[in-house]
């Protein structure tokens, strides 16, 4: 079976972006300006955000109504990966002090460094301890510097086997232009038969027909055209913007709560110790992992949109719990699992949810990423703003906040599917169409 343009242009941009992620984890070492690392770091996240929009986007085409637990699999992995990668940095970290020996800076200034080091880190279980940090003065004599770079080569040949992958990928599917463009020389049974029969057609009075006729996955970047958006109708629209606007909240949320939940911890009136503070971030990736894991067996059971609906309601009583009892450490620590395991799931159930309600005919999966990205840069920004000013009690006023609207827009999401003009369900054929071309991408 011949691929679509969708799967090449998508395996080709998967290649594309792991093999720059390796590239840019072999530089960084010799990075000795920040603008110069700062032009490399952009680089890794764009080639990270369109690995995170391709894979998302090809597991939803390939199995649209059956995707909610490959979605699952996943960002299970994505959370192990974060767990995993600290692990493999953290022996060639130095524990020595790299301030130079005339430094002046008192310990509340070194406190400070260590947090900033962490807020830096804040996508890792463990964030490098100050001491790693580059700042003016002599180098460090006990080779440190060279011991870190390890660190980063290793994971450039970790992260190796993935382009390489992709690379066969392309190349059994006669994708590359260097390999003889073949045809199977007979088709089996079942396609065949897929191939002759006629397709079924869909009833054309429940969508304006120019709305029907475009399929939002046909290509990689189908949705961008205006021909498939003309004469949607508005409630087409809304399910877009407020479900990017429900993971612009979550998603703000785990990346601000992992940032700051150590600031939080080591200031009053919690005063908890630097050490024992430490662990809260890997408490909370730890438990977003689990979670992941946790859903797989239970999206198989139960319906995306209720999964959303426990995950918000469950941050946003977390979030006013750990506010009543915030003198309370305990407290601070099972509240931070509970929001580990309750934002677990929520961007793999929330896109599941929302192409299902769309009949996969949306670009649902481009606006979500993109709503999750920002609301993880903004909301990252502002929660620290407000904590510089106002104390660390408006750290967990600002969860609750943002929870609550997390839960607005999700009620309001629920309300504009239910206005959405039900579409016809995908024909038997179709979905026997998009299995065989999935065990074909298996193979």
Request: charged share 10%.
């Amino acid at each position: 079976m011949t691929p679509t343009p969708s799967l090449a242009q998508s395996l080709w941009a998967l290649f594309t972006s792991s093999l720059a992620i390796s590239l840019v984890f072999a530089v960084i070492p010799f990075c000795r300006d920040v603008k110069v690392l700062a032009s490399v770091m952009a680089l890794a996240g764009l080639a990270m955000g369109c690995i995170d929009t391709v894979a998302n986007m090809q597991l939803v085409r390939m199995y649209q109504k059956d995707s909610a637990v490959f979605l699952q699999v996943l960002h299970f992995f994505v959370g192990f990966g974060a767990l995993l990668s600290p692990l493999i940095a953290d022996p060639f970290l130095s524990e020595a002090n790299c301030l130079p020996a005339n430094s002046t800076a008192n310990a509340t200034s070194r406190s400070h460094l260590f947090h900033v080091s962490r807020v830096l880190g804040q996508h890792h279980v463990e964030a490098k301890p100050w001491s790693n940090q580059t700042f003016p003065g002599p180098p460090p004599k006990d080779g440190a510097g060279t011991r870190v770079s390890y660190a980063f080569w290793i994971m450039a040949l970790i992260n190796l086997p993935v382009p390489m992958a992709v690379l066969m990928l392309l190349s059994k599917e006669r994708l590359l232009t260097c390999c003889p463009q073949r045809r199977p020389l007979l088709l089996s049974a079942d396609e065949l038969a897929l191939e002759t029969q006629p397709p079924e057609k869909e009833d054309p009075s429940s969508l304006p027909p120019k709305f029907q006729s475009h399929p939002g996955h046909e290509d990689l970047f189908s949705c961008c055209q205006r021909k498939n958006l003309r004469g949607a109708p508005y409630s087409f629209f809304a399910i877009h913007i407020t479900a990017a606007l429900v993971l612009f909240m979550t998603d703000g949320l785990t990346g601000a709560y992992s940032a700051f939940v150590y600031s939080y911890a080591v200031e009053k009136p919690l005063s908890v110790g630097h050490k024992v503070a430490g662990y809260l971030p890997s408490l909370f990736w730890g438990f977003i992992t689990l979670g992941r894991l946790l859903s797989i067996p239970i999206s198989s059971r139960m319906k995306p949109a209720t999964m959303v609906f426990i995950n918000v309601v469950g941050v946003v009583v977390t979030f006013l719990v750990l506010l009543i009892f915030s003198y309370n450490v305990v407290f601070l620590f099972v509240g931070t699992a509970s929001l580990g395991l309750f934002l677990s799931s929520t961007f793999p159930s929330m896109l599941a949810y929302t192409e299902d309600s769309l009949q996969y005919k949306g670009c649902a999966t481009t606006v979500l990423v993109t709503g999750a990205g920002v609301g993880e840069m903004v909301l990252q920004m502002l929660v620290g703003s407000i904590f510089q000013a106002q104390g660390s009690y408006s750290f967990l006023v600002c969860g609750v906040i943002f929870g609550c609207l997390a839960f607005t827009f999700y009620i309001l999401l629920l309300f504009f599917h239910r206005m959405h003009p039900e579409l016809p369900s995908v024909p038997t054929q179709d979905r026997s169409i998009g299995m065989e071309n999935a065990e074909s991408y298996q193979r």
